[in-house]
């Protein structure tokens, strides 16, 4: 009864009946249908093939690349090869022909002297000349065939000595400036007389680049190339021959020699702004050698004149 009253009254409330209960459902079985993955793998094994080609295909570019540049440098560098080989034997060539004329003239001059020491004598001339460009080789055979004849052991009346026959004074400034130790026999050495003979006509020449004056003062000392300049009778007669004799000797071997190689001429390979040098090895500013005094006389010529 009064339950069928509630009934009523939650009846009237909600304007609704209660449904009957039934018996509980059956549960679902929900099933989750999941698409093929086999064409998203194929795209990503298709994606990672073609990076690799990519990548190998770059790398191979690479390779020929660099390939291509290594055989451009071998090919570049065997043709530079080429070209000083061809310049070195050329230098050679023309080298070994003045090498062996200057022997010959050596050997004219000096009929004693051996095959052997003529080429030395000629060769020594030549590296000195390299070492001193401002010295035409030709110009020291002709100083070296008029001062000694080409004797190693020549001395003149004033003392002169060695093939280009340089006074002792003179010497031993030269050749303390070439970093040697003097004594008597060094001026007979063929070796330190050429190079002290050549670096004597290099200083020269910077101080004036005439091949007369240069000749004058080598042969008769400052004082005497002073003379020669003036054009005055106190210029010794043996300067006075000396520089026509040795410039003819050296214009006809230049002639001779002008087919296997062009010699500069003496002093124009000395830059006209450089520094003279001094015998103590240092540089002396480059200008018109004022007067000297006695004292202020160098200590003498290569060879003074008789």
Same mark, same amino acid.
């Given at each position: ?19 009957p ?97 003529? %080429?030395?004598? /000629?060769?020594?001339?030549?590296? !000195?000349? *390299?070492?001193?460009?401002? &010295?035409?080789?030709? @110009?020291? $055979? ?16 004033a ?38 003979a ?9 101080a ?18 002073? %003379?020669f300049? /003036?054009?005055?009778?106190?210029l !010794?007669? *043996?300067?006075?021959?000396? &520089?026509?004799?040795? @410039?003819? $000797? ?36 480059l ?20």
């Open positions: 009864m009064i339950r069928n009253e509630k009934l009523g009254l939650l009846d009237e409330f909600t304007g609704e009946r209660p449904r209960m039934t018996p509980a459902s059956r549960p679902r079985t929900i099933v989750i249908r999941q698409g093929s993955t086999w064409l998203p793998l194929a795209l990503l094994c298709l994606c990672v093939l073609l990076a690799a080609v990519v990548l190998l295909g770059q790398r191979a570019l690479r390779e020929i690349e660099a390939r291509s540049q290594r055989t451009t440098g071998a090919i570049a560098g065997v043709e530079r090869r080429l070209q000083e080989l061809e310049a070195g034997m050329g230098f050679d060539s023309r080298r070994r022909r003045l090498l062996l004329g200057m022997r010959d003239h050596i050997l004219r001059a000096n009929p004693r002297v051996s095959l052997h020491d003529a %080429y030395r004598y /000629a060769q020594l001339a030549l590296d !000195a000349s *390299e070492k001193y460009p401002a &010295v035409d080789p030709l @110009l020291l $055979l002709s100083i070296g065939i008029v001062e000694s004849g080409y004797d190693p052991q020549a001395t003149s009346r003392d002169a000595r060695g093939l280009y026959q340089i006074w002792p004074s003179t010497g031993r400034l030269l050749v303390r400036a070439l970093g040697w130790e003097y004594d008597d026999a060094t001026l007979y050495d063929p070796m330190k007389n050429t190079e002290a050549a670096l004597y006509l290099d200083i020269l020449f910077a004036y680049r005439d091949p007369q004056m240069v000749l004058a003062e080598y042969n008769g000392g400052p004082l005497n190339a002073g %003379y300049r /003036a054009g005055v009778v106190q !010794a007669a *043996e300067t006075k021959n000396y &520089v026509p004799r040795v @410039l003819e $000797l050296h214009r006809r071997l230049r002639e001779e020699f002008a087919a296997a190689t062009e010699p500069a001429s003496p002093g124009t390979d000395a830059d006209p702004q450089r520094e003279g040098k001094t015998l103590a090895g240092g540089r002396a500013a200008a018109a050698p004022p007067a000297r005094t006695a004292a202020e006389t160098p200590p003498g010529p290569a060879r003074p004149a008789r």
